[in-house]
């Protein structure tokens, strides 16, 4: 293996952020050197929890954020929410196949608010639930944990999915990022990078650092020694 560049971005999770203060705490990431705002929105109905709306993403862009914001949504039905998250000043809008009656649909959707489209797949859903949308999409998240929840463990398999997809966007030619959500941290950043990802969610292991700045460093370091 060798070193390639390859465009590393580093979306913190609000999910893991001090929500008495959430502006300020997206500003000190940004400032920090973040890339994307993420957001993990649930319904309690497609995952058992409930987190945040696009009051918030509005509230946000009020506030003065203008990094891009990165919305997964964790909802069923997804239209309605996708139109309200585009709205509100998302940049990205992703979304669960198996949330969607018409994916194509919601796809177009996102793109006709002037956003950008992703799907999102959990641990057990199959590849083949992407691979016809594939060149339509901007990003495509793989969950590394089972939706629901913030500070859980990586799921290992997600190496190998990871690898198939990576595989899978550059025969294709496509642009598409490739994101992993779940369990990201220092420890694995550079496996998981090896892996074929370019986009790291990363929630507790940045807000639960006592230094953000050195945290997102750290991770942009082990990035920097990833070969593929």
Partial sequence: ???????????????????????????????????????????????PNLTVGPMVCRALRKYGITAPIDVHLMVEPVDDLIIQFAEAGATYIS???????????????????????????????????????????????????????????????????????RALIDAGGFSTRLEVDGGVGLGNIREIAEAGADTFVAGSAIFGAPDYAEAIKTMHTELAAAKF
């Fill in 95 to 165: 979304f669960h196949p198996e949330a969607s009656r018409h994916i194509d649909r919601s796809i177009e959707l996102i793109k006709e608010k002037g956003c950008k489209p992703g799907l999102v797949l959990n641990p057990a859903s199959s590849l083949e639930l992407v691979k016809n949308s594939l060149y339509k999409l901007d990003m495509l998240l793989l969950m590394s944990v089972n939706p629901g929840f913030g500070g859980q463990k990586f799921i290992p398999h997600t190496l190998d999915k990871l690898r198939e997809a």
């Fill in 1 to 47: 293996m060798q070193n390639f560049k390859r465009d590393f971005k580093i979306a913190p999770s609000i999910l893991a952020a001090d929500f008495a203060r959430l502006g300020a705490e997206a500003d000190a990431v940004i400032a920090a050197g973040g890339d994307f705002i993420h957001f993990d929105v649930m319904d309690n109905h497609y995952v």
